[in-house]
């Protein structure tokens, strides 16, 4: 009975999905478009319509307009058609950097990108770093607000984009992330981080063994990742950090930025 009850699920899970992906197409191609005209182009009800809509929106791919019904579709959707593609040639141009840089640094090294309410680490020298204490941390999720990379990026990304992040960490409601979550707080880091061009962790949050720095990786207005450095709180200030290991972490990120295709 219970193999019954999942096979009949899965054909509508599959037509969810396709029909949202439909939606995503449809939207992206014309810019911009009320649901009921959505419904109409698509041949999909329109309380289904709506319903995808707002499972999309909580997802960070579409928005609606504050002053009208017109839904559009936002940098995060516009970024799945070559966020693979564009994550592959980071982890590319990264290796050979980590590479230079690591005996320079000695602490760990994590290339990682923005993912579903988390930063994912791509690239990393933990596995050869002598001052590592983590391995295999290649696919590791770390939370955007208690980590210098999550930081980073909140700081430099769009208001849009942040405002998104932001609303999305919100309803997923971890109580860990909730003082993080203050608006007085998100305004002094946000402010401090891009004043610095450095994002800072060095309050025993996430890990309180470590610290650690880490810079975005810009092209124009758009993050595509961040590169940070870890680093054991009693072997190092965050002073002493920021003053010796700022300057080669940005030279990195500016590299990879360089070093991507057109």
Same mark, same amino acid.
């Not at 037509?15 to 109409?40: D, F, Q």
């Not at 936002?74 to 990264?94: E, F, I, K, N, V």
């Not at 880490?214 to 002073?239: E, F, K, N």
């Given at each position: ?133 983590? !391995? ?8 955007? =607000?208690?980590?210098? %990379?999550? @930081?980073?990026? #909140? &700081?430099?990304? $769009? ?79 965050? !002073? ?8 080669? =972490?940005?030279?990195? %990120?500016? @590299?990879?930025? #360089? &070093?991507?295709? $057109?």
């Amino acid at each position: 009975m219970t193999g019954r009850a999942e096979t009949e699920r899965k054909p509508e899970a599959v037509r969810a999905l396709t029909r949202g992906l439909a939606i995503l197409r449809h939207v992206n191609s014309v810019g911009e478009a009320r649901p009921g005209e959505i419904a109409r182009a698509l041949d999909i009800p329109r309380p289904s319509v709506y319903r995808l809509l707002q499972t999309l929106e909580e997802a960070g791919y579409v928005v609606f307009s504050g002053s009208s019904n017109l839904v559009r579709v936002t940098r995060l959707a516009a970024s799945l058609g070559d966020g693979t593609a564009l994550t592959s040639d980071l982890c590319q141009a990264a290796a050979p950097l980590f590479a230079e840089y690591g005996p320079r640094l000695v602490w760990p090294l994590d290339l990682s990108v923005y993912h579903n309410a988390a930063m994912i680490i791509q690239e990393t020298t933990h596995g050869r770093s002598p001052l590592s204490i983590d !391995r295999a941390m290649v696919g590791y999720r770390l939370p955007v =607000l208690r980590t210098s %990379a999550g @930081r980073a990026y #909140l &700081a430099f990304c $769009g208001d849009e984009e942040r405002a998104l992040i932001i609303a999305h960490l919100r309803r997923l409601g971890d109580p860990v992330d909730a003082p993080y979550l203050e608006p007085e707080w998100l305004a002094r880091m946000i402010e401090e981080t891009r004043a610095r061009g450095v994002a800072l962790r060095d309050a025993g949050e996430f890990r309180p063994q470590t610290s650690s720095i880490a810079v975005p990786i810009l092209s124009g207005d758009l993050v595509l990742g961040c590169v940070s450095m870890i680093w054991i709180r009693s072997a190092m200030t965050a !002073r002493k950090a920021l003053d010796s290991c700022a300057t080669p =972490l940005a030279e990195i %990120a500016a @590299r990879l930025a #360089l &070093a991507l295709p $057109g």
